[in-house]
């Protein structure tokens, strides 16, 4: 298993160097983006100007009708200019998990269960579109730099979405992904290799923009995950920026080769109670975190806060450093979050939060992305290449 586990939130993503057109100069330049939004910020105007196609907040409503008829009744935004006031701040969970817990408790053949399914869906869209717009042919210059330095007997775990990482990882260190995509689908990443693979992971907790699977749930097919950018020669990376150019509402999504119905992107919503028990690759993928972060010697947690109301990443991470007779936590744990910090508004919620997870054992002195450097040359100042 590995000797060092990278954890990566948000945070990590929000904090990042975003860079334009990945390594290649020549490339057609592309316009500055924001980066990804925390979970305010996905509804706030300033942001989506930059960002979305037109600029223009009337456009937005049009795109997601029943999204925006649901949620200005439900948070009394009906007089309220569209990005502005109390949009800000409006959170991403919030309106996820109330549309959830909304669509299980209605009638399944209700008119208003389906208004609210279908609002549902275009919350799911309008999160691939947002994300995919920001990042679609830009690279993360910590991201790359944690890909750079990381071993084949590391590994990284992110409960992101984004591809940040996974365009490093294809570039330059494809046996990490190719050891998940075996574990995970039981075939080798690249066609026509043998289906080998190493002590050290890549996984994604929530699902990815590059992720798909068959919608069609009689299908044969319908649990085999389809990961987009590899190819027979390696890293495809026309079809691998071409899956952020469709989650933003551009193209058609690939439909599944067995029944030819639509495929849609895996993604998990953050919910309170997320289906990871329900679903044969998310069983999968948390088993395999669960056995990297009990056997890790260091574990490195770049932007992940553990929100309070994610019980399923604080009993992972609890349990799974605690897997042994003494109930010590068995890594040396290392924390890089602004909510270190002891002048930061939440750092006394923040603190209380990591001890009951942590206890005392983990270090609180970083507190911003890039200071993953130092850690990095710590971990790996004994070790070769």
């Known amino acids: 298993m590995a000797d060092n586990v990278f954890v990566v939130g948000a945070g990590a993503s929000f904090g990042d160097v975003l860079l334009r057109d990945s ?8 316009e500055d983006r924001p980066n990804p939004p925390l979970t305010a910020g996905f509804f706030h105007l300033n942001f989506l100007d930059k960002l979305y196609p037109g600029g223009t907040a009337k456009q937005i409503e049009h795109d997601y009708p029943s999204l925006f008829g649901y949620i200005k009744p439900t948070w009394e935004l ?3 200019p569209f990005g502005t006031s109390r949009w800000e701040s409006l959170n991403l969970e919030d309106v996820f998990t109330s549309l959830a817990i909304e669509n299980e408790f209605l009638p ?55 591809l940040l990482l996974d365009r490093e990882l294809f570039k330059k260190r494809s046996e990490l992904y190719q050891t998940f995509h075996v574990r995970i689908t039981g075939q080798s990443l690249f066609p026509g290799d043998s289906p080998w693979y190493g002590p050290g992971t ?34 495809d990376e026309r079809n691998f920026e071409r899956c952020l150019v469709n989650v933003s509402g551009i193209g058609d999504l690939p439909r599944c080769f067995t029944c030819g119905s639509p495929s849609a992107v ?7 109670n997320k289906p990871i028990m329900k679903n044969s690759i998310t069983r999968a993928i948390w ?24 019980f399923y990443a604080q009993w992972l991470f609890r349990s799974a450093l605690r897997n042994n007779p003494d109930g010590k936590v068995s890594a040396k744990v ?41 850690i990095l040359e710590i971990l790996y100042a004994d070790k070769g290449a």
């Open 108 to 162: 399944k053949e209700s008119d208003i269960r389906a208004r609210r399914q279908l609002a549902l869906n275009e919350l799911t869209r309008y999160i691939q579109r947002i994300i995919g717009l920001c990042t679609f042919r830009r690279s993360g210059k910590f991201s790359k730099l944690l890909v750079e330095k990381v071993k084949l007997n590391d590994s990284i775990i992110t409960f992101n979405y984004d």
């Open 202 to 235: 890549f996984l994604k907790m929530h699902g990815s923009l590059n992720w798909y699977v068959c919608t069609n749930e009689l299908c044969g097919g319908g649990a085999d995950l389809t990961v987009v950018g590899a190819g027979r020669n390696g890293f």
């Open 266 to 272: 895996f993604l998990i919503p953050p919910l309170l």
């Open 287 to 310: 088993g395999q975190a669960f056995a990297h972060l009990a056997s890790a010697s260091n574990v490195v947690i770049l932007g992940f806060s553990f929100a309070p109301t994610d």
């Open 78 to 80: 009906q007089d309220v």
């Open 334 to 374: 290392w924390i890089i979050n602004p909510g270190n910090d002891p002048s930061h508004s939440g750092h006394g919620d923040f603190k209380r939060r990591m001890q009951t997870i942590f206890g005392s054992h983990y270090e609180d002195k970083y507190r911003r992305f890039e200071e993953v450097e130092e």
């Open 23 to 30: 390594d290649d100069p020549t490339a057609p330049s592309v």
